[in-house]
């Protein structure tokens, strides 16, 4: 399977800025896209950024602006910078990442998600 591992989440006042990282491991598996979703209490889990392994970009309307998402200097990573953070971006910000677990065209499709990295705006 394939497993991910998210860091960079903290704490920091409005208007302050966060860069997230996101690492993907395992054998033998390709990624078509990587993501970053968030979800705040009570709330469901939405889409926060993706990037496709073409390097399109795609950004929720809430944050587009502010906030850039691009792949890392390793294989298989994404991070996500996070500029004029406000108060409501405060909320669990999960990695997402999905593919197929092989280069054969039936190759089964996988789909992780990491454990979350919490991020609070707040003075």
């Known amino acids: 399977q394939v497993q991910l591992v998210e860091s960079g989440g903290g704490l920091v006042q409005p208007g302050g800025s966060l860069r997230l990282s996101c690492a993907a491991s395992?054998?033998?598996?390709?990624?078509?896209?990587m993501a970053w979703y968030r979800q705040a209490p009570g709330k469901e889990r939405d889409l926060v950024a993706s990037?496709?392994?073409?390097?399109?970009?795609n950004y929720a309307d809430s944050v587009r602006g502010r906030f850039t998402v691009s792949r890392g200097n390793a294989k298989n990573t994404i991070d996500l910078q996070m500029n004029n953070l406000k108060p409501e971006d405060t909320a669990v910000y999960y990695c997402?990442?999905?593919?197929?677990?092989?280069?054969?065209?039936?190759?089964?499709?996988?789909?992780?998600w990491g454990q979350g990295t919490q991020v609070t705006v707040s003075s």
């Open positions: 990037i496709t392994s073409g390097g399109t970009t």
């Open positions: 997402n990442a999905r593919g197929k677990m092989g280069v054969a065209i039936e190759s089964p499709d996988f789909g992780s």
């Open positions: 395992g054998r033998g598996f390709i990624v078509d896209r």
